[in-house]
């Protein structure tokens, strides 16, 4: 396959700008109701951004964002996007007991499906917590009725990650295929060439780059991802955070809009479970 046809995927974890991992020493969960909630004016910028471009995408939603905004969550839907969860509450898998993880990305997964009416097939872990030491969560999730998982980042990195792991979509549980976030290999390493704080860190052109090279290289097609509070400038900011958290969190905030809307001129792009159907189910195990 050519790849100038190859056809990536959009997914965007919706939560709000409190609800980062990183954020969580500095805001207590007993305080997210009365901080200033943000994310339906970034979803709606998202929403017109993709219009603009008649471009289908995957909102990684947060069980709690769906309960307290449920017509945001239909309008995903009703513009053509695929729903899927990103647990409830924003704890990371590698945080919680078995038990505690299944209660969450059940919970999810039936709040989700009854605020839009649709089935939900797809998870995204935050923070990508799922690693070696919690492999036991691909059982939960298999058990909780999903399809697939994309919560895998097979990179080294100080809060998460798994370098050893396939970097392409791989059946992890019987029925339950994983979808790992793009990397690129080069030099006998694994690249983030994907999203998040490194698609604002690194300069525009090489992010370009290095997922064309995925495209027409390895033949695959890769997986991006954001979030709402990443094109929002004018976000509260948070007092008393460490100085690479702030660096983390705030750096390039201001182009990310407009790298976006380059990023969507420069690649073919869709939801997930329409461009990775085929490979659910398809693949060894890996345990």
């Known amino acids: ?15 709000d ?11 207590a969960r007993s305080e997210w109701n009365t901080r200033e909630c943000r994310v339906e004016r970034n ?36 513009e053509g996007h695929e729903l899927a969860s990103h647990g409830y509450g924003h704890e990371r898998a590698s945080e919680q007991t078995e038990e505690a993880f299944f209660t969450d990305i059940h919970l999810a997964k039936i709040v989700l499906e009854d605020v839009a009416g649709s089935e939900v097939n797809g998870y995204r872990a935050p923070s990508f917590s799922i690693g070696t030491g919690n492999l036991w969560a691909f059982d939960c999730l ?5 399809r697939y ?10 809060h998460y ?21 793009t990397t690129l290999r080069l030099l006998n390493r694994n690249w983030p ?35 709402p509070w990443e094109i929002d400038t004018d976000q509260p ?11 983390r969190h705030y750096v390039n905030i201001n182009r990310m809009e407009s790298r976006l809307n380059q990023l969507l001129g420069d690649f073919k792009w869709g939801r997930m479970d329409q461009i990775f159907p085929e490979k659910f189910a398809k693949h060894v195990a890996v345990t």
């Open 43 to 78: 979803i709606d910028c998202i929403l017109e951004m993709l219009a603009r471009r008649d471009t289908k995408a995957t909102f990684f939603t947060l069980g709690w964002i769906a309960e307290r905004y449920p017509q945001l969550v239909r309008k995903i839907v009703q």
């Open 193 to 227: 060439c994907s999203g998040g704080g490194y698609f604002r860190l690194l300069p525009y052109a090489l992010s370009r780059w290095m997922l064309g090279r995925v495209n027409s290289d390895d033949r695959e097609s890769g997986v991006f991802y954001f979030h």
């Open 161 to 181: 990650g798994m370098p050893n792991s396939p970097r392409f979509a791989y059946e992890v549980r019987p029925g339950l295929t994983e979808i790992p976030i």
């Open 149 to 158: 998982s994309s919560s895998v980042y097979p990179i080294r990195h100080d």
């Open 237 to 247: 900011r948070i007092a008393g955070i460490s100085s690479k958290t702030r660096f």
């Open 1 to 15: 396959m050519p790849a100038s046809t190859i056809i990536n995927a959009l997914t965007i974890d919706v939560e």
């Open 142 to 146: 298999a058990r909780a009725g999903y």
């Open 17 to 27: 700008y409190f609800q980062v991992s990183a954020f969580a020493p500095y805001i």
